[in-house]
């Protein structure tokens, strides 16, 4: 059973492209999580998504952050016009139901470089 | 907003020692409790995890974490560490009060040394 991949795993982006980072949840796995690791510090929530629905998005920031998670396909985690700061790790993870009762399974994470 | 600490950013080890890595949470109700471990070039991977009875939890790979309610604690215990253990620790807390949402603490890297 495949774990949770993520692509890319390294992205290099000049200020003010767009960064667009996918991750596609375990088999059966309908429920997916994004963080954020900035540089020495722990990982931080941003955004949890169930098929076509965004159930709560209070750890993104409010402007150029975005994040959807269709019928088909991959969960998409995109940035617009990025800046230096959001250079970071960003890793997704997955479950197979909500997060109270079951762990999530993280994947290898994309490292967002902005230069 | 619960907050998660880990009070030892580095620890440096000789193989066989005994370890314990200290993690205290802010959240004053019911919580579920997890660490996870970041090996070198790999991700995050679960160690263990605490939703309910015995508070002595049993993890993979020799690991255990005790949790002490009155103290909001929820330290990792190895008796004996190996060169493999070299690693990242990371601890996390989800409320469990209809959020799902985990609190990371900022992580302890682990040496061992040969």
């Known amino acids: 059973n495949a774990g949770v991949m993520q692509n890319p795993r390294h992205l290099v982006r000049r200020r003010g492209q767009e960064a667009r980072l996918r991750c596609s949840p375990m088999?059966?796995?309908?429920?997916v999580y994004w963080y954020r690791q900035l540089p020495e510090e722990g990982l931080k929530f941003m955004v949890y998504l169930q098929k076509e629905n965004i159930i709560d998005e209070s750890g993104m920031p409010k402007e150029r952050f975005s994040a959807e998670f269709p019928k088909e396909g991959p969960s998409i985690l995109r940035i617009q016009q990025v800046v230096r700061g959001d250079s970071a790790a960003y890793f997704c993870?997955?479950?197979?139901?909500?997060?109270?009762?079951?762990?999530?399974?993280f994947g290898p994470g994309t490292r967002l470089t902005v230069t | 907003a619960q907050s998660v600490s880990q009070h030892n950013h580095h620890v440096i080890l000789s193989e066989a020692a005994s370890l314990e890595l200290g993690c205290n949470y802010s959240y004053g109700g019911t919580v579920n409790l997890f660490w996870y471990v970041q090996y070198p070039g790999q991700h995050l991977q679960l160690l263990l995890k605490?939703?309910?009875?015995?508070?002595l939890v049993k993890g993979i790979k020799g690991f255990e974490a005790e949790f002490i309610k009155s103290k909001f604690s929820f330290n990792l215990r190895k008796p004996s560490v190996q060169w493999s253990d070299t690693a990242e620790y990371f601890c996390a807390v989800n409320s469990g009060a209809g959020s799902y949402q985990l609190t990371f603490g900022k992580g302890t890297k682990l040496s061992v040394i040969p």
């Open positions: 993870a997955s479950s197979p139901r909500d997060g109270q009762s079951y762990e999530q399974y």
């Open positions: 605490y939703f309910s009875g015995d508070p």
């Open positions: 088999k059966g796995h309908s429920h």
